[in-house]
């Protein structure tokens, strides 16, 4: 069996997506998804750049591909190369599973687990909002709850009234649901550190399953000085992608979950390896899951098989997201996903529905404070 083609398909449903396609001679065809909202046609680029490296290649061996891609440029990969290669690594895990005739997670070590604990996203423009959404998602089913820090209409952000709405919140919230619910917020790199030791303190005794992204990621050693003043747990690394870009965060334990996003941080592969780095410092894994079908049923997989990981990302259930296009998306039940028993991803793909959904670029909000001035998204 040899890849045949390589190709990137943009698409347009709740939000942008890139889903990568690999044909093998033999009929069999992989999927995987790209990462990076926004920058789909710049990653379609790098797809096709790495494609005449791949086609007549044996698809079964997949950590010699994932070197080819890796080590095909002189200088060391970014981004944008990873998770190019990340959607290939995905895709090739498919091919090799329906090979065989196995769900993926058999490739990775089998079931760690009988079924993956999941969180869902809940929004809200006031306080009021913010609780009747979550009471919506709990009588649904969910058990985990996250929200992020001043989740508004506007693109204006004052970090010191989001840090006192958002101490509001977590209060309501506990006080709804006691400790029958988990409850994670996503600071998403919005605060530097003193506003964010500031509410990480106050929200303490909420007993916070997680408080994800305080700071921004490029000095992964500002993490230090969070680390030294607050006790809640941390979470982050989700716009890092390689090994060696967590490297630090986990050798100097300066985070307590891994945020991996497997469709940025070089796909099953390099997920794999950067969550072994992980349990060797008793460090759990979040995966980052904000996109399509094709990352939740990786996930899905990944965490499987996975034994160190605490809850699975899932910012829309299986089905909502492209239903015609994506067929075979994963049973969720009660907070739960489950195994799929189907060979591969378990998915059923129709690269012509994914087509016809068109597509547009949509780039991410940029917020200011009230002087003028970026903050992060």
């Not at 200088?75 to 993926?104: C, N, Q, R, W, Y």
């Not at 490739?107 to 687990?113: I, V």
């Not at 007993?207 to 305080?214: A, I, K, Q």
């Not at 982050?236 to 090994?243: I, N, P, R, S, V």
Request: hydrophobic share 45%; aromatic share 6%; with cysteine.
């Amino acid at each position: 069996m040899k890849i045949a083609r390589v190709r990137a398909i943009p698409c347009l449903d709740w939000r942008p997506m890139l889903f990568v396609i690999v044909e093998t001679d033999t009929g069999i065809v992989g999927v995987g998804e790209a990462g990076i909202t926004s920058r789909e046609i710049a990653v379609a680029a790098v797809v096709d750049a790495l494609a005449d490296k791949l086609v007549g290649q044996d698809p079964m061996r997949i950590e010699h591909l994932w070197q080819v891609m890796w080590r095909s440029g002189f200088f060391p990969a970014g981004e944008m190369l990873s998770t190019a290669v990340a959607a290939i690594d995905i895709a090739l895990h498919d091919i090799k599973a329906k090979a065989l005739g196995v769900p993926v997670y058999e490739l990775l070590g089998g079931r760690a687990r009988d079924r993956v604990l999941t969180y869902c996203h809940i929004h809200g423009g006031t306080t009021d909002e913010l609780l009747a959404a979550a009471r919506k998602a709990v009588e649904a089913g969910n058990r985990v709850l996250r929200w992020g820090i001043a989740d508004t209409l506007t693109d204006e952000f004052d970090p010191t009234s989001a840090v006192a709405r958002n101490i509001d919140e977590w209060r309501l919230l506990r006080e709804e649901f006691g400790d029958a619910v988990e409850l994670c917020v996503d600071l998403h790199t919005k605060l530097g550190v003193p506003d964010s030791v500031r509410l990480c303190r106050a929200i303490e005794r909420y007993r916070p399953m997680f408080v994800e992204d305080p700071i921004r990621a490029e000095h992964p050693e500002a993490y230090r000085r969070l680390r030294q003043q607050v006790a809640v747990p941390i979470a982050a690394g989700e716009q890092l992608a390689t090994k060696w870009d967590f490297r630090m965060l986990i050798e100097d334990e300066l985070i307590d979950y891994a945020r991996i996003d497997l469709c940025i941080a070089g796909g099953l592969t390099e997920g794999r390896k950067i969550a072994a780095m992980c349990e060797a410092h008793l460090i759990d894994v979040v995966l980052h899951n904000p996109i399509g079908p094709v990352s939740t049923a990786a996930g899905l997989h990944f965490n499987i098989a996975t034994s160190n990981m605490l809850v699975h990302e899932l910012a829309r259930l299986p089905g909502d997201t492209l239903p015609d296009a994506i067929r075979g998306q994963p049973e969720w039940s009660d907070g739960y996903l489950y195994p799929p028993q189907a060979p591969g991803l378990g998915l059923d793909v129709d690269e012509e529905a994914l087509v016809a959904r068109g597509y547009e670029r949509r780039d991410m909000p940029q917020l200011h404070r009230p002087d003028g001035s970026f903050t992060n998204w």
